[in-house]
């Protein structure tokens, strides 16, 4: 379910949050289009050279391993968490005795903390197709302002889930979103349909917003908050699309003329249709795609939506990946340079691969999740560095040395 110099960004090339039902798990827009294995290219080694590794707050870290572990302990010990056949961590069931063991790990205690996850836990150094390192990019939840009912600037719904949008399987083993017309399975309406009223009298509204732009991106992000004219915030995640494809606003607005090719950016594609609200709608709607959202429990606002892993997103410690490279949940070693606050600092922490990205592929880019609001927006718009991908997969069993410092360097 981003960002401002970034020309790989999802308005450009690709879906942005593109999370899709896997195994219960919630997601947006649609699947991946190629399957990708886990590089060829890995190489264990040992903790010893982890960059940074010794820096890290690893008992926060452990502490969202836990919270992920509550998630994985009521799943099938055989559900598939990646696309990695025969690899550690593909399954639930591999996770398990790490996660028993971590609940009895002392809190607040990093030494504990790193002991844990030397004792059951082998890093690997995975390389990219061009061996130039991984792309970090960024996302986020956005904040617009909404109210509860329509009326003075608050035209544009934010539709739920329609009852009668329905997956279904055809003859080729495919899965096809629509709806059925009498025995007769047809695609959902498209935004154009949708925009122009075709569920306005199905009592589907959740809220009305003032900035139809404002949704539009919400939807590319794939979860949002809204705050009403009382500064209460409503989050908002995502709940299904009409099934219709996903169209790059930027490869759009390119094609027509409206921005240069070298010069796609978040700020650049809003800018413009923020300038040209006459044309706004009409641009807005070459992406046919459309999305539904649901109302998240507001007893909190200091916990992200949840990602493809059913677990709250933690900002600076999950990250969306590629299923087929990297199972879900797997702990990934993060080193590159991040934009935070409007500077640029060295990050070398341990993240959660917890979400899914359509614009990721294979081990060439990860996106960090940075978070919710305005700065967290100016963040993830900022966020384009190359950096380097360690991956932690678990252990049958506890080693007798908990350092790993006896971890080889072999090609795995």
């Not at 947006?28 to 982890?50: D, L, N, Q, Y």
């Not at 569920?199 to 705050?227: I, S, T």
């Not at 978040?266 to 923020?274: D, Q, Y």
């Not at 384009?384 to 506890?398: D, Y």
Request: aromatic fraction near 8%.
């Amino acid at each position: 379910m981003k960002p401002v110099p970034v020309v790989v960004s999802a308005l450009l090339l690709c879906a942005c949050h593109s999370l899709v039902p896997q195994m219960g798990l919630r997601t947006a827009h649609a699947a991946h289009h190629a399957h990708h294995r886990f590089p060829a290219k890995t190489k264990a080694i040992s903790f010893s050279k982890v960059p940074g590794w010794d820096a890290d707050a690893t008992a926060q870290a452990l502490s969202v391993f836990v919270e992920e572990c509550h998630k994985l302990g009521s799943l099938p010990a055989d559900s598939a968490l990646g696309d990695t056949a025969g690899r550690a961590g593909s399954h639930v069931g591999d996770w398990l005795a790490a996660c028993d063991a971590a609940r009895r790990v002392a809190p607040d205690n990093d030494a504990a903390a790193r002991d844990f996850f030397h004792a059951w836990f082998q890093p690997y150094r995975i390389g990219t197709p061009d061996r130039q390192g991984t792309l970090f990019t960024g996302y986020y939840e956005p904040e617009i302002r909404g109210s509860l009912k329509r009326g003075g600037i608050y035209q544009t719904p934010v539709y739920r889930r329609p009852t009668d949008l329905q997956r279904v399987r055809d003859a080729q083993g495919h899965m096809q979103t629509g709806r059925w017309e009498g025995r007769k399975f047809v695609p959902y309406a498209t935004r154009a349909q949708i925009d122009g009223g075709a569920l306005a009298h199905h009592k589907l509204e959740l809220l009305w917003v003032a900035d139809p732009v404002d949704l539009f991106f919400m939807q590319v992000q794939g979860a949002g908050r809204v705050r009403l004219p009382n500064e209460k915030v409503v989050r908002l995640s995502f709940d299904g699309h009409n099934g219709q494809p996903y169209v790059p606003l930027g490869q759009v607005m390119v094609r027509q003329g409206y921005l240069e090719a070298g010069h796609v950016s978040l700020t650049a594609i809003r800018g413009w249709l923020e300038t040209h609200p006459e044309q706004a709608r009409s641009v807005m709607e070459e992406n046919p795609n459309y999305v539904f959202f649901t109302e998240l429990p507001s007893d909190t606002t200091e916990v992200g939506t949840p990602g493809a892993l059913g677990v709250p997103l933690t900002p600076g410690r999950s990250l969306a990946v590629d299923r087929h490279a990297i199972p879900l949940g797997a702990p990934v070693w993060i080193d590159t340079a991040v934009n935070a606050s409007g500077h640029v600092e060295m990050w070398r922490r341990l993240g959660f691969a917890q979400d899914l990205s359509r614009d990721v592929k294979g081990t060439g880019s990860v996106d960090l999740y940075l978070g919710w609001g305005p700065e967290a927006a100016q963040d993830a718009a900022a966020q384009h560095s190359v950096g380097q991908l360690i991956v932690l997969l678990p252990r049958k069993a506890a080693k007798d040395a908990p350092d790993g410092r006896d971890a080889g360097d072999n090609a795995s």
